[in-house]
Protein backbone atom coordinates (compact mmCIF):
# COMPACT_ATOMS: atom_id res chain seq x y z
CA UNK A 1 0.00 0.00 0.00
CA UNK A 2 1.32 3.56 -1.00
CA UNK A 3 1.84 6.05 1.65
CA UNK A 4 -0.70 8.08 0.78
CA UNK A 5 -3.36 5.54 0.94
CA UNK A 6 -2.28 4.93 4.65
CA UNK A 7 -2.32 8.25 5.45
CA UNK A 8 -6.00 8.34 4.25
CA UNK A 9 -6.91 5.69 5.93
CA UNK A 10 -5.55 6.70 9.04
CA UNK A 11 -7.52 9.67 8.47
CA UNK A 12 -10.25 7.98 8.03
CA UNK A 13 -9.89 5.51 11.20
CA UNK A 14 -8.78 8.70 13.39
CA UNK A 15 -12.06 10.20 12.31
CA UNK A 16 -14.48 6.86 12.80
CA UNK A 17 -12.07 6.15 16.00
CA UNK A 18 -13.67 8.17 18.40
CA UNK A 19 -17.15 7.22 17.34
CA UNK A 20 -18.19 3.76 17.83
CA UNK A 21 -21.69 3.74 16.65
CA UNK A 22 -20.41 4.23 13.04
CA UNK A 23 -18.46 1.39 13.24
CA UNK A 24 -20.84 -1.20 14.42
CA UNK A 25 -24.66 -0.67 14.04
CA UNK A 26 -25.73 -2.35 17.21
CA UNK A 27 -28.06 -1.26 20.35
CA UNK A 28 -30.53 -2.62 23.04
CA UNK A 29 -33.56 -2.62 21.87
CA UNK A 30 -35.68 -0.02 23.20
CA UNK A 31 -37.99 -2.56 25.38
CA UNK A 32 -34.88 -3.97 26.79
CA UNK A 33 -33.48 -0.52 28.06
CA UNK A 34 -35.50 -0.81 31.73
CA UNK A 35 -33.19 -4.00 32.10
CA UNK A 36 -29.78 -2.04 31.13
CA UNK A 37 -31.00 0.90 33.92
CA UNK A 38 -31.66 -1.16 36.52
CA UNK A 39 -27.80 -3.13 36.21
CA UNK A 40 -26.83 0.77 36.37
CA UNK A 41 -28.42 1.51 39.04
CA UNK A 42 -27.22 -1.62 41.30
CA UNK A 43 -23.59 -0.73 39.96
CA UNK A 44 -24.19 2.37 41.53
CA UNK A 45 -25.93 1.78 44.49
CA UNK A 46 -23.82 -0.95 45.72
CA UNK A 47 -20.39 -0.47 43.91
CA UNK A 48 -19.66 2.66 46.01
CA UNK A 49 -18.06 1.04 48.27
CA UNK A 50 -16.27 4.38 50.20
CA UNK A 51 -13.86 1.72 52.13
CA UNK A 52 -12.82 0.49 48.28
CA UNK A 53 -13.29 3.28 45.81
CA UNK A 54 -13.35 1.63 42.12
CA UNK A 55 -12.28 3.36 39.34
CA UNK A 56 -14.14 1.07 37.20
CA UNK A 57 -17.30 2.22 38.29
CA UNK A 58 -16.47 5.78 37.86
CA UNK A 59 -15.53 5.65 34.62
CA UNK A 60 -18.62 3.11 33.72
CA UNK A 61 -20.98 5.39 35.26
CA UNK A 62 -19.70 8.41 33.35
CA UNK A 63 -19.53 6.72 29.96
CA UNK A 64 -23.22 6.03 30.37
CA UNK A 65 -24.30 8.86 32.16
CA UNK A 66 -24.09 9.06 36.34
CA UNK A 67 -27.92 8.49 37.77
CA UNK A 68 -26.91 8.65 40.98
CA UNK A 69 -24.71 12.31 41.03
CA UNK A 70 -24.51 11.76 44.67
CA UNK A 71 -22.42 8.68 44.59
CA UNK A 72 -20.58 10.06 41.79
CA UNK A 73 -19.05 12.97 43.66
CA UNK A 74 -18.66 10.72 46.42
CA UNK A 75 -16.22 8.46 44.46
CA UNK A 76 -14.48 10.99 42.32
CA UNK A 77 -13.27 12.43 45.78
CA UNK A 78 -12.25 9.12 47.46
CA UNK A 79 -9.83 9.03 44.34
CA UNK A 80 -8.64 12.37 44.18
CA UNK A 81 -7.48 11.70 47.49
CA UNK A 82 -6.09 8.12 47.01
CA UNK A 83 -2.84 7.15 47.92
CA UNK A 84 -0.75 6.72 45.04
CA UNK A 85 1.63 4.47 47.09
CA UNK A 86 -0.70 1.79 47.59
CA UNK A 87 -1.51 0.97 43.78
CA UNK A 88 -0.60 -1.64 41.37
CA UNK A 89 -0.12 -0.30 37.44
CA UNK A 90 -3.30 -1.29 36.79
CA UNK A 91 -5.05 0.47 39.14
CA UNK A 92 -2.92 3.83 38.84
CA UNK A 93 -3.94 3.56 35.26
CA UNK A 94 -7.49 2.89 35.72
CA UNK A 95 -7.91 5.89 38.74
CA UNK A 96 -6.37 8.25 36.30
CA UNK A 97 -9.11 7.20 33.38
CA UNK A 98 -11.62 7.55 36.01
CA UNK A 99 -10.56 11.26 37.22
CA UNK A 100 -10.19 12.56 33.84
CA UNK A 101 -14.07 10.98 32.85
CA UNK A 102 -15.53 13.15 35.91
CA UNK A 103 -13.38 16.06 34.62
CA UNK A 104 -10.66 15.98 36.80
CA UNK A 105 -6.97 16.68 36.73
CA UNK A 106 -5.36 13.37 37.64
CA UNK A 107 -2.03 15.33 38.50
CA UNK A 108 1.13 13.96 39.49
CA UNK A 109 -0.76 10.37 39.08
CA UNK A 110 -0.14 10.92 35.67
CA UNK A 111 3.81 11.90 35.96
CA UNK A 112 3.83 8.62 38.43
CA UNK A 113 2.55 6.22 36.14
CA UNK A 114 4.53 7.64 33.16
CA UNK A 115 7.90 6.85 35.53
CA UNK A 116 6.56 3.57 36.01
CA UNK A 117 6.00 2.45 32.80
CA UNK A 118 9.69 3.95 31.94
CA UNK A 119 11.15 0.77 34.27
CA UNK A 120 8.73 -1.88 32.41
CA UNK A 121 9.29 -4.45 32.35
CA UNK A 122 10.68 -5.52 35.61
CA UNK A 123 13.25 -8.16 35.22
CA UNK A 124 10.85 -10.38 36.82
CA UNK A 125 8.18 -10.52 34.20
CA UNK A 126 6.61 -13.50 34.06
CA UNK A 127 6.03 -14.53 30.22
CA UNK A 128 1.84 -14.71 31.54
CA UNK A 129 -0.34 -12.82 29.19
CA UNK A 130 -2.85 -11.51 31.91
CA UNK A 131 0.27 -10.37 32.81
CA UNK A 132 -0.01 -7.52 30.78
CA UNK A 133 -3.36 -6.81 31.46
CA UNK A 134 -2.23 -4.06 33.90
CA UNK A 135 0.63 -2.68 31.72
CA UNK A 136 -2.08 -2.03 28.66
CA UNK A 137 -4.23 -0.22 30.78
CA UNK A 138 -1.45 2.58 31.49
CA UNK A 139 -0.48 2.82 28.06
CA UNK A 140 -4.35 3.42 27.38
CA UNK A 141 -4.05 5.96 29.97
CA UNK A 142 -0.57 7.27 29.26
CA UNK A 143 -1.81 7.87 25.45
CA UNK A 144 -4.73 9.78 26.54
CA UNK A 145 -2.79 12.18 28.09
CA UNK A 146 0.22 12.92 26.20
CA UNK A 147 0.67 10.65 23.04
CA UNK A 148 4.44 12.05 21.79
CA UNK A 149 5.80 10.78 25.50
CA UNK A 150 4.27 7.54 25.26
CA UNK A 151 5.64 6.34 22.62
CA UNK A 152 8.96 5.15 23.27
CA UNK A 153 6.83 3.15 26.10
CA UNK A 154 4.53 1.90 23.87
CA UNK A 155 6.88 1.11 21.57
CA UNK A 156 8.99 -1.71 24.27
CA UNK A 157 5.42 -2.77 25.06
CA UNK A 158 4.42 -3.77 21.61
CA UNK A 159 7.14 -5.54 20.86
CA UNK A 160 6.93 -7.54 24.41
CA UNK A 161 4.04 -8.35 23.55
CA UNK A 162 5.18 -10.16 20.02
CA UNK A 163 8.07 -11.73 21.71
CA UNK A 164 5.67 -13.19 24.26
CA UNK A 165 4.28 -16.80 23.15
CA UNK A 166 1.76 -17.51 26.47
CA UNK A 167 -1.83 -18.50 25.50
CA UNK A 168 -4.22 -16.02 24.75
CA UNK A 169 -5.92 -14.14 26.97
CA UNK A 170 -9.44 -12.68 25.72
CA UNK A 171 -10.00 -10.02 28.61
CA UNK A 172 -6.14 -9.19 28.29
CA UNK A 173 -6.45 -9.19 24.71
CA UNK A 174 -9.42 -6.32 24.61
CA UNK A 175 -7.64 -3.75 26.30
CA UNK A 176 -4.00 -4.30 24.35
CA UNK A 177 -6.24 -3.40 21.38
CA UNK A 178 -8.14 -0.50 23.59
CA UNK A 179 -4.45 0.37 24.01
CA UNK A 180 -3.03 -0.17 21.24
CA UNK A 181 -5.79 1.78 19.24
CA UNK A 182 -5.47 4.77 21.02
CA UNK A 183 -2.00 5.14 19.80
CA UNK A 184 -2.19 4.04 16.18
CA UNK A 185 -4.96 6.54 15.90
CA UNK A 186 -2.86 9.14 17.41
CA UNK A 187 0.80 8.98 15.83
CA UNK A 188 1.74 12.17 14.62
CA UNK A 189 1.05 11.92 10.68
CA UNK A 190 5.15 12.74 9.61
CA UNK A 191 6.52 10.45 12.08
CA UNK A 192 8.58 7.37 10.48
CA UNK A 193 6.20 4.64 8.89
CA UNK A 194 7.50 2.18 11.97
CA UNK A 195 5.46 2.92 14.24
CA UNK A 196 2.43 2.08 12.44
CA UNK A 197 3.71 -1.33 11.45
CA UNK A 198 4.33 -2.22 14.87
CA UNK A 199 1.16 -1.17 16.39
CA UNK A 200 -0.98 -2.33 13.38
CA UNK A 201 0.67 -5.88 13.33
CA UNK A 202 0.20 -6.14 17.49
CA UNK A 203 -3.54 -5.08 16.86
CA UNK A 204 -3.46 -7.59 13.87
CA UNK A 205 -2.47 -10.67 16.06
CA UNK A 206 -4.63 -9.87 19.00
CA UNK A 207 -7.95 -8.84 16.81
CA UNK A 208 -7.48 -12.11 15.01
CA UNK A 209 -7.19 -13.93 18.23
CA UNK A 210 -10.22 -12.42 19.99
CA UNK A 211 -12.52 -13.06 16.51
CA UNK A 212 -11.25 -16.69 16.82
CA UNK A 213 -13.06 -16.40 20.46
CA UNK A 214 -16.41 -15.32 19.16
CA UNK A 215 -18.91 -18.48 19.93
CA UNK A 216 -22.19 -19.58 17.85
CA UNK A 217 -24.21 -17.51 19.96
CA UNK A 218 -22.04 -13.88 20.22
CA UNK A 219 -20.26 -14.45 23.44
CA UNK A 220 -16.71 -13.34 23.35
CA UNK A 221 -14.24 -15.53 25.40
CA UNK A 222 -16.76 -16.25 28.63
CA UNK A 223 -19.92 -14.02 29.49
CA UNK A 224 -17.14 -11.98 31.52
CA UNK A 225 -14.61 -11.00 28.81
CA UNK A 226 -17.31 -10.21 26.37
CA UNK A 227 -17.97 -6.52 27.36
CA UNK A 228 -14.35 -5.55 26.55
CA UNK A 229 -14.55 -7.33 23.75
CA UNK A 230 -16.74 -5.93 22.11
CA UNK A 231 -15.05 -2.40 23.03
CA UNK A 232 -12.12 -3.59 21.33
CA UNK A 233 -13.67 -4.99 18.44
CA UNK A 234 -15.79 -1.98 17.59
CA UNK A 235 -12.40 0.48 17.40
CA UNK A 236 -9.82 -1.39 16.15
CA UNK A 237 -8.45 -0.12 12.62
CA UNK A 238 -7.50 -4.09 11.77
CA UNK A 239 -10.71 -5.84 11.34
CA UNK A 240 -10.68 -9.30 12.20
CA UNK A 241 -11.45 -12.20 9.17
CA UNK A 242 -14.35 -13.41 10.67
CA UNK A 243 -17.61 -11.23 10.64
CA UNK A 244 -18.58 -10.32 13.47
CA UNK A 245 -22.40 -9.55 14.15
CA UNK A 246 -22.38 -7.18 16.93
CA UNK A 247 -26.13 -7.07 17.50
CA UNK A 248 -26.34 -11.07 17.92
CA UNK A 249 -23.54 -10.28 21.12
CA UNK A 250 -25.34 -7.84 22.38
CA UNK A 251 -28.64 -9.66 22.26
CA UNK A 252 -26.82 -12.42 24.17
CA UNK A 253 -25.56 -10.44 26.41
CA UNK A 254 -29.21 -8.75 27.32
CA UNK A 255 -30.18 -12.76 27.76
CA UNK A 256 -27.61 -13.51 30.32
CA UNK A 257 -28.23 -9.88 31.76
CA UNK A 258 -32.12 -11.73 32.81
CA UNK A 259 -30.29 -14.67 33.99
CA UNK A 260 -29.26 -12.72 36.74
CA UNK A 261 -25.24 -13.29 35.71
CA UNK A 262 -24.55 -9.33 36.22
CA UNK A 263 -24.77 -8.80 39.88
CA UNK A 264 -21.28 -8.10 40.70
CA UNK A 265 -21.05 -4.31 40.47
CA UNK A 266 -17.38 -4.98 38.91
CA UNK A 267 -19.17 -7.02 36.15
CA UNK A 268 -21.80 -4.26 35.58
CA UNK A 269 -18.72 -2.10 34.93
CA UNK A 270 -17.13 -4.11 32.12
CA UNK A 271 -20.45 -4.58 30.48
CA UNK A 272 -22.09 -1.20 30.85
CA UNK A 273 -19.61 0.95 28.23
CA UNK A 274 -20.41 -1.18 25.59
CA UNK A 275 -24.19 -1.33 26.01
CA UNK A 276 -24.19 2.45 26.33
CA UNK A 277 -22.31 2.61 22.75
CA UNK A 278 -19.15 3.68 24.64
CA UNK A 279 -15.51 2.28 24.96
CA UNK A 280 -12.81 3.74 27.14
CA UNK A 281 -11.52 5.39 24.15
CA UNK A 282 -14.54 7.88 25.19
CA UNK A 283 -13.04 8.70 28.29
CA UNK A 284 -11.32 12.24 27.09
CA UNK A 285 -14.66 13.53 25.97
CA UNK A 286 -16.75 12.81 28.48
CA UNK A 287 -18.98 16.07 28.63
CA UNK A 288 -18.96 17.28 32.36
CA UNK A 289 -21.72 19.69 32.37
CA UNK A 290 -23.87 20.18 35.39
CA UNK A 291 -26.44 17.29 34.88
CA UNK A 292 -30.05 17.26 36.79
CA UNK A 293 -30.36 14.02 38.42
CA UNK A 294 -32.87 11.61 35.54
CA UNK A 295 -35.10 9.28 37.09
CA UNK A 296 -34.16 6.02 35.10
CA UNK A 297 -37.30 3.69 34.13
CA UNK A 298 -36.68 0.15 35.75
CA UNK A 299 -37.66 -3.31 34.86
CA UNK A 300 -40.88 -4.14 37.02
CA UNK A 301 -38.93 -6.63 39.51
CA UNK A 302 -40.13 -10.35 39.22
CA UNK A 303 -41.34 -11.45 42.85
CA UNK A 304 -38.77 -13.54 44.26
CA UNK A 305 -39.03 -16.90 44.45
CA UNK A 306 -39.50 -18.51 47.43
CA UNK A 307 -36.26 -19.85 48.48
CA UNK A 308 -37.15 -23.73 50.71
CA UNK A 309 -35.86 -23.66 53.79
CA UNK A 310 -33.92 -27.23 52.70
CA UNK A 311 -30.53 -28.28 52.84
CA UNK A 312 -28.25 -29.16 50.18
CA UNK A 313 -25.06 -31.44 50.50
CA UNK A 314 -22.21 -30.10 48.47
CA UNK A 315 -18.71 -32.18 48.05
CA UNK A 316 -15.22 -30.09 48.82
CA UNK A 317 -12.12 -30.93 47.87
CA UNK A 318 -9.00 -28.72 48.75
CA UNK A 319 -5.86 -30.48 46.49
CA UNK A 320 -2.13 -28.94 46.37
CA UNK A 321 -0.06 -31.23 44.79
CA UNK A 322 2.46 -28.76 43.40
CA UNK A 323 6.36 -29.60 43.59
CA UNK A 324 7.42 -26.90 44.91
CA UNK A 325 5.53 -26.90 48.24
CA UNK A 326 6.91 -29.79 51.07
CA UNK A 327 3.36 -29.72 51.98
CA UNK A 328 1.17 -31.92 49.81
CA UNK A 329 -2.73 -32.21 50.41
CA UNK A 330 -5.60 -34.15 48.95
CA UNK A 331 -8.53 -33.95 51.31
CA UNK A 332 -12.55 -33.93 50.95
CA UNK A 333 -15.61 -33.04 53.04
CA UNK A 334 -19.24 -33.28 52.55
CA UNK A 335 -20.54 -30.12 54.01
CA UNK A 336 -24.50 -29.51 54.16
CA UNK A 337 -25.66 -26.15 53.90
CA UNK A 338 -28.96 -24.15 53.04
CA UNK A 339 -29.90 -24.13 49.28
CA UNK A 340 -29.01 -20.69 47.24
CA UNK A 341 -25.87 -20.18 49.86
CA UNK A 342 -22.79 -18.83 47.59
CA UNK A 343 -19.43 -20.97 47.73
CA UNK A 344 -18.18 -18.70 50.32
CA UNK A 345 -20.30 -20.62 52.92
CA UNK A 346 -19.67 -24.20 51.92
CA UNK A 347 -16.02 -22.71 52.55
CA UNK A 348 -16.82 -21.42 56.36
CA UNK A 349 -18.86 -24.51 56.87
CA UNK A 350 -16.31 -26.46 56.25
CA UNK A 351 -13.81 -24.97 57.58
CA UNK A 352 -15.91 -24.74 60.97
CA UNK A 353 -15.84 -28.66 60.68
CA UNK A 354 -12.26 -29.32 59.96
CA UNK A 355 -9.44 -26.94 60.58
CA UNK A 356 -7.31 -28.32 57.53
CA UNK A 357 -10.35 -26.43 55.60
CA UNK A 358 -9.26 -23.29 56.19
CA UNK A 359 -8.65 -20.01 54.43
CA UNK A 360 -8.41 -16.56 53.85
CA UNK A 361 -9.75 -14.06 51.85
CA UNK A 362 -7.99 -10.75 50.25
CA UNK A 363 -10.33 -7.89 49.41
CA UNK A 364 -10.19 -6.82 45.73
CA UNK A 365 -12.20 -4.71 43.01
CA UNK A 366 -14.16 -7.97 41.90
CA UNK A 367 -15.00 -8.83 45.38
CA UNK A 368 -13.30 -11.17 47.74
CA UNK A 369 -10.52 -13.99 46.20
CA UNK A 370 -9.67 -16.78 48.50
CA UNK A 371 -5.91 -15.90 48.86
CA UNK A 372 -4.77 -19.33 51.14
CA UNK A 373 -6.21 -22.57 52.23
CA UNK A 374 -4.46 -24.96 55.01
CA UNK A 375 -1.73 -21.88 55.50
CA UNK A 376 -0.82 -22.62 51.61
CA UNK A 377 -0.92 -19.06 49.88
CA UNK A 378 -0.84 -17.72 46.11
CA UNK A 379 2.27 -15.84 45.49
CA UNK A 380 2.55 -13.31 42.52
CA UNK A 381 6.00 -14.46 42.09
CA UNK A 382 5.31 -18.07 41.73
CA UNK A 383 2.72 -17.51 39.74
CA UNK A 384 0.87 -19.85 41.89
CA UNK A 385 -3.13 -19.48 42.98
CA UNK A 386 -6.41 -21.37 44.35
CA UNK A 387 -8.24 -22.38 41.20
CA UNK A 388 -11.81 -23.40 41.66
CA UNK A 389 -13.41 -26.23 39.69
CA UNK A 390 -17.00 -27.85 39.44
CA UNK A 391 -16.22 -31.18 38.92
CA UNK A 392 -13.18 -31.04 36.13
CA UNK A 393 -14.01 -27.19 34.66
CA UNK A 394 -12.88 -23.81 36.13
CA UNK A 395 -15.60 -21.51 37.74
CA UNK A 396 -16.19 -18.35 36.06
CA UNK A 397 -17.17 -16.26 39.09
CA UNK A 398 -15.53 -16.30 42.55
CA UNK A 399 -16.77 -18.12 45.55
CA UNK A 400 -18.68 -15.04 46.99
CA UNK A 401 -21.14 -15.18 43.58
CA UNK A 402 -21.55 -18.71 42.64
CA UNK A 403 -24.17 -20.81 43.91
CA UNK A 404 -23.58 -24.39 44.62
CA UNK A 405 -26.15 -27.25 43.20
CA UNK A 406 -27.06 -30.40 44.92
CA UNK A 407 -24.25 -33.06 45.01
CA UNK A 408 -21.99 -30.50 43.19
CA UNK A 409 -18.02 -31.34 43.94
CA UNK A 410 -16.71 -28.53 44.19
CA UNK A 411 -12.30 -28.69 43.66
CA UNK A 412 -9.97 -25.65 45.07
CA UNK A 413 -6.55 -26.68 43.37
CA UNK A 414 -3.30 -24.53 43.99
CA UNK A 415 -2.07 -24.30 40.37
CA UNK A 416 -0.01 -22.06 38.60
CA UNK A 417 -1.20 -19.28 35.61
C1 LIG B 1 -5.17 -11.73 35.93
C2 LIG B 1 -6.46 -12.38 36.37
C3 LIG B 1 -6.39 -13.38 37.32
C4 LIG B 1 -5.10 -13.77 38.04
C5 LIG B 1 -4.86 -12.67 39.14
C6 LIG B 1 -3.47 -12.65 39.74
C7 LIG B 1 -2.45 -11.78 39.05
N1 LIG B 1 -1.49 -11.36 39.77
O1 LIG B 1 -2.52 -11.46 37.89
C8 LIG B 1 -5.46 -15.17 38.58
C9 LIG B 1 -5.00 -16.22 37.59
C10 LIG B 1 -4.91 -15.51 39.96
C11 LIG B 1 -7.00 -15.12 38.59
C12 LIG B 1 -7.76 -16.00 39.33
C13 LIG B 1 -9.14 -16.12 39.20
N2 LIG B 1 -9.93 -15.45 38.34
CO1 LIG B 1 -9.30 -13.92 37.28
N3 LIG B 1 -8.83 -12.53 36.10
C14 LIG B 1 -7.70 -11.95 35.81
C15 LIG B 1 -7.91 -10.86 34.72
C16 LIG B 1 -7.54 -11.44 33.36
C17 LIG B 1 -7.17 -9.51 34.92
C18 LIG B 1 -7.28 -8.93 36.34
C19 LIG B 1 -6.44 -7.68 36.46
O2 LIG B 1 -5.22 -7.74 36.39
N4 LIG B 1 -7.09 -6.51 36.63
C20 LIG B 1 -6.42 -5.24 36.65
C21 LIG B 1 -6.24 -4.65 38.05
C22 LIG B 1 -5.84 -3.19 37.92
O3 LIG B 1 -7.47 -4.68 38.74
P1 LIG B 1 -7.55 -5.37 40.19
O4 LIG B 1 -8.95 -5.36 40.60
O5 LIG B 1 -6.55 -4.80 41.11
O6 LIG B 1 -7.07 -6.88 39.81
C23 LIG B 1 -7.12 -7.92 40.75
C24 LIG B 1 -8.44 -8.66 40.77
O7 LIG B 1 -8.97 -8.67 39.46
C25 LIG B 1 -8.03 -10.04 41.23
N5 LIG B 1 -8.79 -11.09 40.58
C26 LIG B 1 -8.49 -11.68 39.44
N6 LIG B 1 -9.42 -12.57 39.11
C27 LIG B 1 -10.34 -12.55 40.09
C28 LIG B 1 -11.49 -13.27 40.24
C29 LIG B 1 -12.30 -13.07 41.36
C30 LIG B 1 -13.58 -13.81 41.47
C31 LIG B 1 -11.90 -12.13 42.35
C32 LIG B 1 -12.75 -11.93 43.56
C33 LIG B 1 -10.71 -11.40 42.18
C34 LIG B 1 -9.96 -11.62 41.05
O8 LIG B 1 -6.65 -10.20 40.90
C35 LIG B 1 -6.16 -9.00 40.28
C36 LIG B 1 -4.71 -8.77 40.63
O9 LIG B 1 -4.56 -8.71 42.02
C37 LIG B 1 -9.48 -10.61 34.85
C38 LIG B 1 -10.15 -10.07 33.59
C39 LIG B 1 -11.08 -8.91 33.85
N7 LIG B 1 -11.97 -8.69 32.90
O10 LIG B 1 -11.04 -8.19 34.82
C40 LIG B 1 -9.95 -12.04 35.25
C41 LIG B 1 -11.26 -12.26 36.01
C42 LIG B 1 -11.48 -11.12 36.99
N8 LIG B 1 -11.07 -13.54 36.74
C43 LIG B 1 -12.12 -14.28 36.80
C44 LIG B 1 -12.22 -15.54 37.48
C45 LIG B 1 -13.52 -16.29 37.33
C46 LIG B 1 -11.16 -16.02 38.29
C47 LIG B 1 -11.20 -17.29 39.17
C48 LIG B 1 -12.45 -17.40 40.05
C49 LIG B 1 -11.03 -18.52 38.23
C50 LIG B 1 -11.17 -19.88 38.91
N9 LIG B 1 -11.95 -20.75 38.32
O11 LIG B 1 -10.57 -20.16 39.90
C51 LIG B 1 -9.88 -17.15 40.00
C52 LIG B 1 -10.02 -16.64 41.47
C53 LIG B 1 -10.19 -17.81 42.44
C54 LIG B 1 -9.93 -17.45 43.88
N10 LIG B 1 -8.80 -17.88 44.42
O12 LIG B 1 -10.71 -16.81 44.55
C55 LIG B 1 -13.29 -13.63 36.08
C56 LIG B 1 -14.30 -13.01 37.08
C57 LIG B 1 -15.73 -13.10 36.61
C58 LIG B 1 -16.73 -12.87 37.70
N11 LIG B 1 -17.94 -12.56 37.32
O13 LIG B 1 -16.46 -12.97 38.87
C59 LIG B 1 -12.54 -12.59 35.14
C60 LIG B 1 -13.37 -11.36 34.79
C61 LIG B 1 -12.14 -13.36 33.85
C62 LIG B 1 -13.33 -13.71 32.98
N12 LIG B 1 -13.54 -13.05 31.87
O14 LIG B 1 -14.10 -14.60 33.29
N13 LIG B 1 -7.45 -14.16 37.75
C1 LIG C 1 -2.10 15.30 31.30
O1 LIG C 1 -1.78 15.30 32.68
C2 LIG C 1 -1.42 16.56 33.22
C3 LIG C 1 -0.95 16.37 34.64
O2 LIG C 1 -1.90 15.69 35.38
C4 LIG C 1 -2.62 17.51 33.08
O3 LIG C 1 -2.32 18.79 33.60
C5 LIG C 1 -3.02 17.62 31.62
O4 LIG C 1 -4.18 18.41 31.50
C6 LIG C 1 -3.28 16.24 31.02
N1 LIG C 1 -3.54 16.36 29.59
C7 LIG C 1 -4.53 15.69 28.98
C8 LIG C 1 -4.66 15.91 27.51
O5 LIG C 1 -5.29 14.97 29.58
C1 LIG D 1 -2.51 -14.74 17.99
O1 LIG D 1 -2.54 -15.37 16.72
C2 LIG D 1 -1.41 -15.19 15.87
C3 LIG D 1 -1.67 -15.93 14.59
O2 LIG D 1 -2.94 -15.62 14.10
C4 LIG D 1 -0.15 -15.62 16.56
O3 LIG D 1 0.98 -15.37 15.75
C5 LIG D 1 -0.02 -14.91 17.89
O4 LIG D 1 1.14 -15.33 18.56
C6 LIG D 1 -1.26 -15.16 18.75
N1 LIG D 1 -1.17 -14.60 20.08
C7 LIG D 1 -1.25 -13.30 20.41
C8 LIG D 1 -1.10 -12.98 21.87
O5 LIG D 1 -1.43 -12.40 19.63
C1 LIG E 1 -7.67 -36.25 45.24
O1 LIG E 1 -8.89 -36.72 45.82
C2 LIG E 1 -9.93 -36.85 44.87
C3 LIG E 1 -11.22 -37.15 45.62
O2 LIG E 1 -11.01 -38.09 46.62
C4 LIG E 1 -9.55 -37.93 43.87
O3 LIG E 1 -10.58 -38.09 42.91
C5 LIG E 1 -8.26 -37.50 43.17
O4 LIG E 1 -7.81 -38.52 42.29
C6 LIG E 1 -7.17 -37.20 44.16
N1 LIG E 1 -6.05 -36.56 43.45
C7 LIG E 1 -4.77 -36.78 43.71
C8 LIG E 1 -3.79 -36.07 42.87
O5 LIG E 1 -4.42 -37.53 44.60
C1 LIG F 1 -19.62 -37.83 50.92
O1 LIG F 1 -20.90 -38.30 50.54
C2 LIG F 1 -20.86 -39.30 49.54
C3 LIG F 1 -22.29 -39.61 49.09
O2 LIG F 1 -23.22 -39.27 50.07
C4 LIG F 1 -20.13 -40.52 50.09
O3 LIG F 1 -20.07 -41.53 49.11
C5 LIG F 1 -18.72 -40.10 50.49
O4 LIG F 1 -18.05 -41.19 51.11
C6 LIG F 1 -18.73 -38.93 51.45
N1 LIG F 1 -17.37 -38.46 51.60
C7 LIG F 1 -16.87 -38.06 52.76
C8 LIG F 1 -15.43 -37.59 52.74
O5 LIG F 1 -17.51 -38.04 53.78
C1 LIG G 1 -28.01 -26.67 56.95
O1 LIG G 1 -26.98 -25.76 56.60
C2 LIG G 1 -26.54 -24.91 57.65
C3 LIG G 1 -25.47 -24.00 57.10
O2 LIG G 1 -25.97 -23.21 56.04
C4 LIG G 1 -25.99 -25.74 58.80
O3 LIG G 1 -25.62 -24.89 59.88
C5 LIG G 1 -27.02 -26.75 59.26
O4 LIG G 1 -26.42 -27.59 60.22
C6 LIG G 1 -27.52 -27.59 58.10
N1 LIG G 1 -28.61 -28.48 58.54
C7 LIG G 1 -28.52 -29.79 58.41
C8 LIG G 1 -29.72 -30.55 58.85
O5 LIG G 1 -27.54 -30.36 57.96
C1 LIG H 1 -4.41 -29.24 39.81
O1 LIG H 1 -3.14 -28.62 39.83
C2 LIG H 1 -2.08 -29.47 39.45
C3 LIG H 1 -0.80 -28.69 39.66
O2 LIG H 1 -0.76 -27.58 38.84
C4 LIG H 1 -2.28 -29.94 38.03
O3 LIG H 1 -1.24 -30.79 37.63
C5 LIG H 1 -3.63 -30.64 37.89
O4 LIG H 1 -3.89 -30.97 36.54
C6 LIG H 1 -4.75 -29.74 38.41
N1 LIG H 1 -6.00 -30.46 38.43
C7 LIG H 1 -7.10 -30.03 37.82
C8 LIG H 1 -8.32 -30.88 37.98
O5 LIG H 1 -7.13 -29.00 37.17
Not at 84 to 106: E, K
Request: glycine share 4%; with cysteine.
Amino acid sequence: MSRVTLQLLTLLWATTGTSTQTRSSCSVPLAEQPLVNGIQVLMESSGVNPAFPNPSILIAMNLAGAYNLEAQKLLTCKLVDSDTADLTIGQLALTIMALTSSCRDPGNKVSILQRQMENWPPSSLNSHASSFYGPSLAILALCQNNTETTLPIAVRFAKSLLDNSSPFNVDTGAVVTLALTCMYNKIPIDSEEGYRELFGQVLKNTVENISMRIQDNGIIGDIYSTGLAMQALSVTPERPNKEWNCQQTMDSVLDEIKEGKFHNPMSIAQILPSLKGKTYLDVPHVSCSPDHEVQPTLPNHPSPVPTSASNITVKYTINNQLRTVELRFNETINVSVKRGSVLLVVLEEAQRQNPTFKFETTMTSWGPMVSSINNIAENVNDMTYWQFLSGKTPLNEGVAAYIPFNHEHITANFTKY
